[in-house]
């Protein structure tokens, strides 16, 4: 059974300090891999996608896949009050098809302290 | 990111009744839209993906009667919940997938069977 692992947290973080938050997938196959923001009581926003090995930088997002080791992480630098949610990580499998389902994990709550 | 709105955002009904709920999408054509399910404090449960034009894929485990899902134009998706009793009361999110391969959510539609 395909899985998407995630630390559910809480992770908090100091502002302005670095927040690290990380994900392990179980399909070597994977293509896609997002990282999603969920506010409580909100539906999920796309923060970040990354398709190759290495880092992927937008704005104070830095997505890092790995492949071989089947991990993906996202840093979040100077981070913000307004930055505290929960973030999921989703994979989408290589064998995904036209519709390709992605698989998300539990997600990591994310507290960034004043 | 594709625009996906969702109508209604809440709703409160009796037991028994049934809800339909709106997925539009409102900047592009999409052929599969994907319907999802959350719980308090639980991650994103697909329930079915929704086909243009024919019937929907439903997941293992979600009755494809209670739930019902018509695809009827490109831009719009229903869900159904016939029957709802207190136990389908939860955060109904619909998605849709970008041709570049990323998927984007609706705001949600909260749902509360008294």
Not at chain 2, 32 to 54: C, D, H, I, V
Not at chain 2, 72 to 82: D, R
Request: charged share 20%.
């Amino acid at each position: 059974q395909k899985e998407v692992e995630q630390n559910s947290g809480p992770l908090s973080v100091p502002e302005g300090a670095i927040a690290s938050l990380n994900c392990t997938y179980s399909d070597r196959g994977s293509q896609s891999f997002f990282w999603y923001r969920q506010y409580s009581g909100k539906s999920p926003e796309l923060i970040m996608s990354i398709y190759s090995n290495g880092d992927k930088e937008d704005g104070r997002f830095t997505a890092q896949l790995n492949k071989a080791s089947q991990y993906v992480s996202l840093l979040i630098r100077d981070s913000q009050p307004s930055d505290s949610a929960t973030y999921l990580c989703a994979v989408r499998g290589e064998y995904g098809g036209s519709q390709g389902n992605l698989i998300f994990g539990k997600g990591t709550k994310l507290s960034v302290k004043p | 990111g594709a625009v996906v709105s969702q109508h209604p955002s809440r709703v409160i009904c009796k037991s028994g009744t049934s809800v339909k709920i709106e997925c539009r999408s409102l900047d592009f054509q999409a052929t599969t839209m994907f319907w999802y399910r959350q719980f308090p404090k639980q991650s994103l449960m697909l329930m079915a993906t929704s086909n243009e034009g024919s019937k929907a894929t439903y997941e293992q485990g979600v009755e494809k009667d209670k739930f019902l899902i018509n695809h009827a134009s490109l831009t719009l998706s229903t869900l159904t919940v016939t029957s709802a009793h207190p136990e389908d009361s939860s955060f109904y999110i619909c998605s849709l997938r970008w041709p570049y391969n990323e998927q984007f959510f609706g705001p949600g539609t909260r749902l509360t069977v008294l």
